[in-house]
């Protein structure tokens, strides 16, 4: 999922980037394309190629994947840099935060009540 929100697509992309057999690729695939969080889209005709394409479903995503970078990143990196999400348009470093809409304030995991 991360490598399709970063806009790799393609099968064979998908495969070098994640260092994965490509049965084990295809089968995951396939799960996400049977759940409705990807679709896959065809880019060539000769032979028929597909390339994966986030749903709206699988769009949703994004901030708990987000989190999950985040959370990786400060407990499980070792000594590996950590991964900088910024915004694609100006460069700016983003944050992931749960802000109240009316107080405007952050919310800290305290501060939440389920009813």
């Not at 490598?3 to 393609?10: A, L, P, S, T, W």
């Amino acid at each position: 999922m991360r490598d399709v929100f970063r806009g790799v697509r393609r099968f064979n992309d998908l495969a070098e980037d994640l260092g994965i057999a490509r049965n084990l690729l295809s089968e995951r695939l396939g799960r996400l394309v049977d759940h409705g969080v990807l679709v896959k889209v065809p880019y060539q005709e000769r032979p028929v190629r597909y390339e994966y394409r986030l749903t709206p479903k699988g769009a949703d995503l994004s901030k708990a994947l987000i989190a999950l970078i985040r959370w990786g990143d400060r407990w499980q990196a070792d000594d590996s840099a950590p991964t900088v999400l910024v915004h694609e348009r100006c460069g700016v470093e983003l944050e992931l935060e749960l802000r109240c809409p009316t107080c405007e304030v952050e919310v800290t995991p305290a501060h939440v009540r389920s009813r």
